[in-house]
C-alpha cells in the first residue's frame, strides 16, 4: 500500500493590498538556471521525476525529506502497520501551497483490513511523525492532525526573512485546509471501502473516494487500485498528481470564498483574488485535465462533500464568477471623462485621471469590439451547447466587454479575464477555426489597451 497525505493551504500575506518587507515567499524567488533554490527547512527545488511530460507549473517541489522522519512503532492500530517514509515536498501554485507525504508499506504480505475507515483513523491518530532536532529538539511525535499545524509552524518560519528586527506573527494569514489521503493498495490487498463512491475509468484503474468525519475535522480520502498494473505506469501517475490538484483546488476556492463571506474583500488585492479564481476556473473548465475527464470528478467530489459543506462546485463556481464581475463592476468607478462626436473649443478643467477625445468614428476600440461580437456570435450559431454552456460563456463575454468598454482597464487584468473566455471556449466548443478567429478579434482589442 502507498499512500500520499496532503496537507493544503492559503497564504493570504500573497493576497493582501499590503507589502511585506518581513518576509520572502517562494514562488517570488528569482529562478537561476545554474543554481537551484533552496527554502528554509523544505530543502532544495528539484524536478519531479519525467518533467516533460507535466505541465511546467507541475514539474517541480521543494523536497523536504530531511526535516521529517516516520516511527512505525507509534501506529496504534489493532493491526500490524510498518510504514517507510519516500517522500515530503511543499508544492507552491500561486497564492496557495501543498505539502506531500509519500509512505509506502514495507512488508508485502496478504493483508486484510475488514474495515479501512478504522485503518485510516488509526493512521491518522497514530504519532508516527518525528522532526529534525534542528528544527524540533523535544524529540516527540507527531500525529498526522498535529503535523498539519506543525508544517503551518514550519513554513511561517520559513517565511521570516533574516533582515527583519522583528517580525510579525502572520499565524493568521496562513489558512489551513482538510487534508487528503490518496491511497494505492496492491492487487493483492483485500479491503472493504464502506460506503465510498466509484468512478469508472476503464482503464485498469479503480478509483474510490470518501470523506471521512475526525476529530472537528474532515479527511477527503482516495482509494486508487491498479490491478496489475507496473508501479510506474503513467496513467496511474497522472491520475494521481490529478487527483492532488483537484483537491488543492477545492479546498482552496473554499477557504478563500469563506474568507469572503465572513471577512470581506476590505484587506485583499480583489485584482489578485480574481487572478486566483481565473487560474482556478480556467484549469477545472477544461474537458480532461491530466487525461481524466473534470466533470466525472467533480460531481462525485461534490456530492459526497455536500453533506458536510452544503455547497456544490456550480455554487462555488456562481460565487467566483460573481465577484469577479464585482471586481470589474469597481474598477469601473473612476474619474473618465470619454467625449465623442463633439466639438470642444475652449479649455476642459477636470480632475479625471484620463481623458479621451475622439471625433466621428475615429475609437478603433469599437470597431475591434464589433469583430469581437461578431466571431462571438458565429461561435454560438455553429455550436451546439447547454443552457449552462451559453450561461457561463455569455457571462465571461460580458465580464470582458464591460471592463475594457469603460474607465481606464488595464491590459493585464483583461488579458486573465480573456484568457478565462479563450479555456472555456476551448472547453465546450468543438470549433478550431472559429475560436482562432475570437481569439485574434481579442487580441486585437488587448493591444488597444496599457
Not at 78 to 91: E, G, I, M, V
Not at 305 to 330: L, P
Not at 356 to 381: C, H, K, V
Request: with cysteine.
Amino acid at each position: 500500500m502507498f499512500i500520499i497525505a496532503q496537507i493544503p493551504f492559503v497564504d493570504f500575506r500573497l493576497l493582501s493590498k499590503e507589502e511585506f518587507t518581513d518576509c520572502i515567499f517562494p514562488n517570488t524567488f528569482p529562478k537561476k538556471m545554474s543554481k537551484s533554490t533552496y527554502y528554509r527547512y523544505f530543502g532544495e527545488e528539484k524536478n519531479r521525476y519525467m518533467p516533460n511530460q507535466l505541465p511546467l507549473s507541475e514539474r517541480q517541489f521543494f523536497d523536504a525529506h530531511k526535516i521529517l522522519h516516520i516511527d512505525y512503532y507509534g501506529f496504534k492500530g489493532d493491526a500490524s502497520y510498518h510504514p517507510t517514509l519516500l517522500f515530503s515536498r511543499l508544492y507552491e501554485d500561486a497564492q496557495f501551497f501543498h505539502f506531500d507525504i509519500g509512505i509506502r508499506e514495507t512488508f508485502k504480505n496478504t493483508i486484510n483490513r475488514n474495515d479501512f475507515h478504522q485503518f485510516i483513523k488509526a493512521f491518522l491518530l497514530s504519532p508516527l511523525f518525528r522532526f529534525n532536532a534542528k528544527y524540533d529538539q523535544s524529540g516527540k511525535n507527531y500525529n498526522f492532525l498535529e503535523l498539519t499545524e506543525q508544517i503551518r509552524q514550519i513554513y511561517l518560519y520559513a517565511t521570516k526573512s533574516k533582515k527583519a528586527d522583528k517580525p510579525n506573527d502572520y499565524i493568521h494569514d496562513i489558512i489551513l485546509g482538510y487534508p487528503a489521503l490518496f491511497i494505492t493498495y496492491d492487487k493483492n490487498e483485500k479491503h472493504s471501502f464502506g460506503k465510498a463512491k466509484e468512478v469508472k475509468l476503464g482503464n485498469g484503474i479503480k478509483v474510490r473516494y470518501d470523506t471521512i468525519p475526525l476529530k472537528h475535522s474532515f479527511i477527503d480520502v482516495w482509494f486508487i487500485g491498479k490491478d496489475g498494473l507496473p508501479k510506474y505506469n503513467q496513467d496511474l501517475r497522472n491520475l494521481r498528481i490529478y487527483l492532488s490538484k483537484l483537491h488543492a483546488y477545492k479546498e482552496s476556492s473554499r477557504i478563500l470564498l469563506e474568507y469572503l463571506k465572513y471577512n470581506g474583500s476590505g484587506t485583499l488585492d480583489m485584482d489578485k483574488v480574481v487572478t486566483f479564481f481565473n487560474y482556478i476556473l480556467s484549469h477545472m473548465e477544461k474537458e480532461t485535465y491530466y487525461g481524466y475527464h473534470n466533470a466525472d470528478f467533480w460531481q462525485l467530489v461534490f456530492g459526497i462533500d455536500h453533506v458536510y459543506n452544503k455547497i456544490s462546485w456550480d455554487e462555488y463556481k456562481r460565487q467566483m464568477n460573481a465577484q469577479i464581475r464585482e471586481v470589474i463592476a469597481m474598477s469601473q468607478k473612476n474619474n473618465h471623462i470619454t467625449i465623442t462626436n463633439s466639438h470642444v473649443t475652449g479649455p476642459i478643467i477636470t480632475d479625471s485621471e484620463k481623458i479621451t477625445l475622439y471625433g466621428p468614428g475615429q475609437d478603433p476600440l469599437e470597431a475591434n469590439i464589433r469583430e469581437f461580437d461578431a466571431a462571438f456570435s458565429e461561435l454560438l450559431n455553429r455550436s451546439q451547447l447547454t443552457n449552462d454552456q451559453m450561461e457561463l460563456l455569455n457571462s465571461q463575454v460580458a465580464a470582458f466587454k464591460e471592463y475594457v468598454n469603460n474607465g481606464s482597464p488595464k491590459k493585464e487584468f483583461a488579458s486573465t479575464l480573456f484568457n478565462t473566455i479563450k479555456s472555456t471556449f476551448q472547453y465546450v466548443i468543438k470549433n478550431a477555426d472559429g475560436i482562432q478567429k475570437l481569439v485574434l478579434a481579442g487580441e486585437s482589442i488587448l493591444q488597444r489597451l496599457q
